[in-house]
């Protein structure tokens, strides 16, 4: 079924233009059809009344579980290329709720701007992907972080994934299996060059746990991707501990 973000009043359904453009000419969606309308905390279905103007009204509230269990924060060295991109995509496809691109000292791009087109472009692939596997949040993405900003961000549990100790660190497996409901959790991915002796003292320092994201030496994309779906799939596993 067809996915929309929109706000939602007196049982109707308003969606933005775009949206409606792409309802009605992209989809070619006809009266009576139902769609799905997230106004970014619920989703509800919705049938289409009529397409001159546009209406939606809405048949009942849709009793979704699409978002984690935990608070899923990745933190991700901003890479060249599109790349970028893949990590948001695909992140938000596997649950992330935030994503904050940071700056660091082995980092090819430097943006000299908090944000730039970069940033709107990454929070239209969180809109993109959120719709396409209908979460009922759009994760947010943040401007550039700089690496102690990204160090200070609050989490119960930080972890930061450091290829220094490939096949020797706790596994990321073995960490996530002690997570609890509800943790903020934040993940630290370093960019295409990793990150300097230094950082990861500083991250030490700040009481990331290091983590191993196995014997191999992942692309910064594979490890976003590889970190949020061994947390994310642990967080949605029966067992998952109970908060004390
Ligand atoms: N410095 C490395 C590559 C860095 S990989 C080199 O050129 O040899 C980019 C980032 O992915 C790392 O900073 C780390 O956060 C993560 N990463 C990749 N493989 C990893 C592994 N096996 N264990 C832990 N982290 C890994």
Redesign the pocket.
């Known amino acids: 079924m067809q996915h929309y973000f929109g706000t939602i009043a007196d049982q109707k359904a308003i969606i933005d233009g775009k949206q409606v453009h792409h309802l009605i000419d992209v989809r070619r969606t006809v009266v009576g059809e139902q769609v799905e309308v997230s106004d970014g905390t619920e989703s509800y279905l919705c049938v289409v009344d009529s397409l001159e103007p546009l209406s939606l009204s809405v048949i009942r509230k849709i009793d979704t579980k699409r978002e984690l269990d935990i608070d899923l924060v990745l933190c991700f060295?901003l890479l060249k290329g599109d790349h970028n991109d893949l990590i948001v995509l695909k992140g938000t496809e596997l649950g992330v709720a935030s994503f904050y691109p940071f700056l660091s000292s082995?980092c090819i791009v430097k943006p000299e701007k908090n944000e730039d087109q970069r940033i709107s472009r990454l929070r239209k692939k969180a809109e993109e992907g959120a719709k396409q596997c209908r979460r009922d949040v759009v994760p947010s993405v943040s401007g550039y972080k700089t690496f102690q900003e990204a160090l200070n961000l609050r989490g119960d549990v930080k972890i930061?994934?450091?290829?220094?100790?490939?096949?020797v660190?706790e596994s990321?497996l073995s960490f996530a299996k002690g997570l609890k409901k509800r943790q903020r959790v934040v993940v630290?991915?370093?960019?295409?060059?990793?990150?300097t002796e230094e950082e990861a003292a500083l991250a030490r320092e700040k009481g990331f746990h290091?983590?191993?994201?196995?014997?191999?030496?992942?692309?910064?994309e594979?490890?976003?991707m590889?970190?949020a779906s061994i947390l994310g799939a642990q967080s949605e596993e029966e067992e998952i501990n109970e908060p004390l």
């Open positions: 060295a082995r930061i994934a450091y290829e220094g100790e490939a096949g660190g990321l630290l991915i370093g960019p295409e060059g990793g990150f290091f983590v191993s994201l196995g014997r191999r030496i992942l692309r910064a594979t490890a976003a590889y970190c």
